[in-house]
């Protein structure tokens, strides 16, 4: 996948989850929020409570014991008590403590005598006034306890939404997928169109936001298909029609130029000549990249690879007596069979050896090197220095040295061939020991293309 492009289905499943945390998060704050106020209100609520209840009881408890100058400190009830928030003091107008709790000291208690509320550090008062204002009861409740009790409790929520929210991202991840599974499947049948494969697109189900698209790439196929069709037939047709007067041309100026005497006449009849055998091999090879096009690299037969290559080779050295073709065969020679289209598959490994013949260094051999896993390398010493990027030459009309007669569709022929027929065309070069660059074609024939026998 390209650095700027991104998965539709990942992206939803993130930004959904993201967005599912945010508003759990948000919403346990809320939670938390709303039940630390409603917490304070219950605890102020029993501290209020028990300072009330507390207050008779206390006045009465108090008038019944004897008159002493040190406050009264009201026993502990029960010795394995350890939980215990609330602590009060009974205080007289002045202040001074009168008696107090058991797990509380003597020493005064910082909230005024003043009849309700008050906090201060990590407790909460309330205090009640009795016998017209000259006796005080004041109750105080742990700050630290509510706390607790808060924290508690938001881990109490939290806690059930750890465990839920991945089982909601991974079920939110299912239905986007699942979603968007049309969108995917149509992606795929898109990208599988080219210019081999224009047949229009089929996919039932589609969603209505994206139904109409498979109607206007279909469309677009279909004028797409015919335009490419025209262009063929006007190709195929024309080198076709051409060739039999291009035939008879060539052969009348074959006799005219045997007829001429003089030298200079000989001369342009020989540069005529030239120029027609240039303009067949066009047609020729126009010819092979109407029929490449057409797809006749696709076939459900098999063939022996072996016994094609060594038909090729020598047919190409009885055609061209002149080459020196040298064959280096690695590995075992056992045959290897391929579902192949054996006039494609020869198109494709005539077009190399001409392309090395053509532009190859007079005198140098062109070596062919096949292994037994089905590549075939022919390789040649070149004239003229290359391009950085050899793989230009694939492309049409692309030649590396001008002054050599040639079309410049040969790799291109080839390099369309070899892909209908699941394989590669593999461009590269190399510097030799002595310093000549070596130009290579490899036909890379994928192995899961071979056949079993």
């Given at each position: ?330 590995g075992s020679q056992a045959p290897i069979v391929r579902r192949l289209d054996p006039d494609a598959f020869a198109i494709a490994f005539n077009n190399i050896l001409e392309n090395a013949q053509r532009y190859g260094m007079p005198g140098h051999p062109i070596t062919i090197i096949h292994d037994p896993a089905g590549r075939i390398t022919v390789s040649n010493v070149v004239v003229d220095p290359l391009e950085p990027d050899v793989n230009i030459y694939r492309r049409r009309f692309r030649r590396g040295n001008s002054r050599a007669p040639g079309s410049g569709l040969g790799l291109a022929i080839v390099d369309t061939l ?36």
């Amino acid at each position: 996948m390209r650095r700027n492009q991104y998965s539709l289905s990942g992206h939803l499943v993130l930004s959904i989850s993201v967005m599912l945390a945010i508003l759990w998060a948000v919403g346990v704050g809320l939670a938390i929020h709303v039940m630390r106020g409603e917490f304070d209100e219950v605890f102020d609520s029993g501290l209020q409570e028990t300072t009330e209840r507390l207050a008779p009881l206390v006045v009465d408890d108090f008038f019944r014991r004897d008159t002493v100058d040190e406050p009264y400190r009201i026993a502990q009830l029960r010795s394995d008590s350890t939980d215990e928030y609330l602590t009060y003091q009974v205080r007289d107008a002045s202040g001074r403590v009168l008696m107090h709790s058991h797990n509380v000291d003597a020493v005064p208690y910082p909230a005024p005598l003043v009849p309700g509320f008050w906090s201060e550090g990590d407790r909460r008062f309330f205090t009640v006034a009795t016998i017209k204002d000259t006796l005080f009861i004041q109750v105080a409740d742990s700050l630290e306890h509510r706390q607790e009790a808060t924290l508690e409790s938001a881990i109490a929520l939290l806690f059930p939404i750890l465990f839920l929210l991945p089982i909601a991202m991974l079920a939110t991840g299912w239905i986007v997928v699942r979603a968007t599974k049309p969108i995917d499947n149509l992606r795929v049948a898109i990208s599988a169109r080219d210019g081999a494969n224009l047949e229009p697109i089929n996919i039932a189900g589609l969603p209505a936001e994206i139904a109409t698209i498979p109607l206007s790439v279909n469309t677009l196929l279909g004028r797409l298909k015919l335009a490419m069709q025209a262009e063929r037939d006007l190709a195929a047709n024309s080198a076709h029609e051409l060739r039999t007067p291009l035939a008879g041309a060539l052969a009348q100026t074959e006799l005219l130029a045997g007829q001429l005497e003089r030298p200079s006449d000989k001369a342009r009849a020989d540069r005529v000549l030239e120029a027609l055998r240039r303009l067949s091999q066009m047609l020729e090879k126009l010819l092979q990249l109407s029929r490449a096009e057409a797809g006749i690299g696709l076939a459900d037969s098999v063939l022996d690879l072996w016994a094609l290559f060594d038909l090729l080779v020598e047919e190409f050295r009885r055609t061209n007596p002149s080459s020196q073709v040298e064959i280096v065969r690695k590995g075992s020679q056992a045959p290897i069979v391929r579902r192949l289209d054996p006039d494609a598959f020869a198109i494709a490994f005539n077009n190399i050896l001409e392309n090395a013949q053509r532009y190859g260094m007079p005198g140098h051999p062109i070596t062919i090197i096949h292994d037994p896993a089905g590549r075939i390398t022919v390789s040649n010493v070149v004239v003229d220095p290359l391009e950085p990027d050899v793989n230009i030459y694939r492309r049409r009309f692309r030649r590396g040295n001008s002054r050599a007669p040639g079309s410049g569709l040969g790799l291109a022929i080839v390099d369309t061939l070899m892909s209908q027929m699941g394989g590669a065309l593999v461009l590269g070069s190399r510097n030799a020991a002595n310093g000549d660059v070596v130009f290579e074609c490899t036909l890379d024939l994928d192995a899961s293309n071979a056949a079993t026998m």
